[in-house]
């Protein structure tokens, strides 16, 4: 039988795991308060644009071909990470700690690019983030038992769950 194994077989030991999500911005239109016959706005002459005024998170250097949905809006990425350390306690007892990391990077993920007509104040400059915005921490703890390596969740095991959400 041999005493309480840690190590990447039968799920015990340190687990590590990620998600990286990478999403290309949609497209949109950098207008001018021209009207066309249809009452629509004109779409923007080619060119590159930054932000009006000037700001930290300000888009600059937004390349935009003059046609409708001629430029892209900020992409998405983010990466999630996941730890997970199973501990034998006992025979048949073991404690499994976990940890997660949301967006890790902190990556500020803008909604859009803001206000996209040409010349107005706020120009390029976006005014939201997805939520949630910044890194999310999570951690966690499980106490269990076991009589078997392979049988169903019973009612007689303990589960203990704890939750941090760390700004």
């Known amino acids: 039988m041999g005493g309480p194994r840690t190590g990447w077989r039968n799920a015990r030991g340190l687990t590590v795991s990620g998600i990286f999500t990478?999403?290309?911005?949609?497209?949109?239109?950098?207008?001018?308060?021209?009207r066309l016959d249809n009452g629509n706005r004109a779409p923007a002459p080619a060119?590159?644009?930054d932000a009006l005024p000037p700001s930290d998170i300000g888009l600059e250097g937004v390349r935009f071909d003059g046609t409708f949905f001629g430029t892209g809006q900020p992409?998405?990425?983010?990466?999630?990470?996941?730890?997970?350390?199973?501990?034998?306690?006992?025979?048949?007892v073991t404690v499994a700690l976990s940890g997660e990391i949301y967006n890790a990077t902190s990556e500020a993920n803008f909604l859009g690019v803001g206000n996209d007509i040409l010349g107005t104040a706020g120009f390029l400059t976006p005014t939201s983030t997805y939520n949630p915005g910044g890194r999310q921490y999570q951690v966690g703890a499980r106490?269990?038992?076991s009589r078997s390596?392979?049988?169903?969740?019973?009612p007689e095991d303990l589960w203990l769950l704890v939750l941090l959400q760390l700004l």
Do not use: C, E, M, Q
Not at 149 to 154: A, E, I, Q
């Open 47 to 49: 060119g590159t644009y």
């Open 75 to 92: 992409d998405f990425k983010r990466l999630d990470l996941a730890l997970r350390y199973d501990l034998p306690v006992v025979s048949r």
């Open 143 to 145: 106490l269990g038992s």
């Open 149 to 154: 390596k392979f049988r169903p969740f019973l």
């Open 22 to 34: 990478y999403l290309s911005g949609d497209r949109t239109t950098i207008v001018t308060n021209d």
